[in-house]
């Protein structure tokens, strides 16, 4: 069982950067990928950024390219997501992901873990 807790969220004003961080709690193992997902007012949960483990190779949505960066520090077992250049359509609820399953980076039907969540809301 992997439990996983986010941190790091807040407000911040359009421009600015936050980093948030997911620590894993249980067995994270090669063969997994995690991922970055969030979920505005009124609107459907959507993949933000994602890395497998064993590859490092790494996916982000096309609304966030250039500007967010997903990295993982295996020593620590964290999960982070350093976000620049923020805008007010990047508010939402961030929740951290993880699975055992293949996919698309970004099917939340793959997931089988998941944390409760950070907010960060951005001001114009």
């Known amino acids: 069982q992997v439990q996983l807790v986010e941190s790091g969220g807040g407000s911040v004003q359009a421009g600015g950067s936050l980093r948030l961080v997911c620590t894993a709690y249980?067995?994270?193992?090669?063969?997994?990928?995690m991922a970055w997902f969030r979920q505005a007012p009124g609107k459907e949960r959507e993949g933000v950024a994602g890395?497998?483990?064993?590859?490092?190779?790494?996916y982000y949505a096309d609304s966030v390219k250039g500007r967010f960066t997903i990295s993982r520090d295996a020593a620590k077992y964290t999960l982070s997501l350093q976000m620049t250049s923020l805008k007010p359509d990047d508010t939402a609820m961030y929740y951290c992901?993880?699975?055992?399953?293949?996919?698309?980076?970004?099917?939340?039907?793959?997931?089988?873990?998941w944390g409760r969540g950070t907010q960060v809301t951005v001001s114009s």
């Open positions: 890395i497998e483990i064993w590859t490092g190779t790494t």
């Open positions: 249980g067995y994270i193992g090669n063969g997994y990928s």
């Open positions: 992901a993880a699975r055992y399953r293949d996919g698309t980076w970004n099917n939340l039907s793959t997931y089988n873990y």
